[in-house]
């Protein structure tokens, strides 16, 4: 069973940044993708970015030019810097990774953006 372990959330101030990351157990298979989501209380789990083994990314329209997203293949693992946070950002975000076609899902963290 593969695992994702996420860390890096918490609390930060409107404009500040913050650095998730995410690790996966497994060791024998490259991700096909790796991705991160988030979910605010009573809103739908939506994707913020998502990067694939030969390097492309794509990111949600809300944070567009605020994230960025990056991996290290050998480390199986993937990264999500967040500039320039908003109060919108609050959410639990989820690392999401694509191996041998199915989707893996961390436990979540909790990110929270104050005034």
């Known amino acids: 069973q593969v695992q994702l372990v996420e860390s890096g959330g918490g609390v930060v101030q409107a404009g500040g940044s913050l650095r998730l990351s995410c690790a996966a157990s497994e060791r024998s298979f490259t991700p096909l993708a790796m991705a991160w989501y988030r979910q605010a209380p009573g809103k739908e789990r939506e994707l913020v970015a998502t990067i694939n083994v030969g390097g492309n990314t794509r990111f949600g329209d809300s944070v567009k030019g605020r994230f960025t997203i990056s991996r290290d293949g050998e480390k199986k693992m993937v990264y999500l810097q967040m500039n320039s946070l908003k109060p919108e950002d609050t959410a639990v975000y989820y690392c999401?990774?694509?191996?041998?076609?199915?989707?893996?899902w961390g436990q979540g963290t909790q990110v929270t953006v104050s005034w």
């Open positions: 999401n990774a694509n191996i041998l076609s199915r989707h893996y």
